[in-house]
């Protein structure tokens, strides 16, 4: 978990607050993701990146937007806070040369919107 | 749609019990299957993994059976102790390994 950092691990806002989640890798890999965990869901993939000029859709992007500032560096914006954005937050990164392309996880972020 | 689906939500076993969890996929062309283990307040972290060219791989106490025709695998963890005390996700990729597609989830307790 070391290599992959989040910030901050915990944040309460308000609905219609703009956030910024921050995820950094040490890990050299090029691809970063970015997932939601809410209870009985599982993980859910937001966005996804595989090289800084690329960033993709995932299956929930809807109220979501990301920068990809750096190789090192992920972000994950909500544009404008509501409820049901509360959930768990992971940053994830993975490196497409190794055959099983494991995916590392940051520690996660807690986001409470009130 | 989740297009893995996986039970139970949760389990609870006696230390020294069999711990087995479920997962049944959609999408054919799902050729890569870990299962992830997370620890209260940490990321998942990979625990195992399988293709479909083998019906079995086993890793410690830890053994993947895969079904192919059935479009199922499951995660058997032997010899279960208090530390493997967690949650399980079960995942599919496709050839290109990297958009995972997760399972619900499962919590596991192990008694002692």
């Known amino acids: 978990d070391a290599d992959v950092t989040q910030t901050p691990r915990n944040r309460i806002t308000k609905t219609g607050k703009r956030i910024m989640l921050e995820c950094s890798q040490t890990?050299?890999?090029?691809?970063m993701y970015w997932y939601r965990q809410d209870p009985g869901l599982g993980l859910r993939l937001i966005y996804y990146?595989?090289?800084?000029?690329?960033?993709n859709k995932g299956e929930i992007s809807d109220g979501y937007s990301v920068s990809r500032q750096a190789q090192a560096k992920f972000s994950l914006s909500l544009e404008s806070a509501i409820p049901n954005q509360t959930a768990l937050y992971f940053c994830?990164?993975?490196?497409?040369?190794?055959?099983?392309?494991?995916?590392?996880f940051g520690p996660g972020t807690r986001l409470l919107v009130l | 749609q989740q297009q893995v689906k996986q039970s139970p939500q949760s389990l609870i076993v006696q230390k020294g019990g069999i711990s087995i969890i479920n997962c049944a996929y959609e999408n054919t062309a799902f050729d890569y299957f870990p299962w992830y283990q997370q620890f209260p307040g940490k990321g998942p972290a990979l625990l195992i993994a399988i293709r479909p060219d083998v019906s079995e791989k086993k890793e410690g106490r830890f053994t993947i059976s895969f079904n192919k025709s059935a479009k199922q695998f499951s995660l058997h963890i032997m010899d279960s102790q208090p530390g493997d005390s967690a949650t399980y996700f079960c995942a599919a990729a496709d050839s290109s390994g990297s958009r995972l597609t997760f399972g619900e989830g499962t919590q596991l307790t192990v008694n002692p």
């Open positions: 890990k050299g890999h090029d691809r």
């Open positions: 990146s595989f090289d800084v000029k690329d960033i």
């Open positions: 994830a990164t993975s490196d497409p040369r190794d055959s099983g392309e494991t995916q590392y």
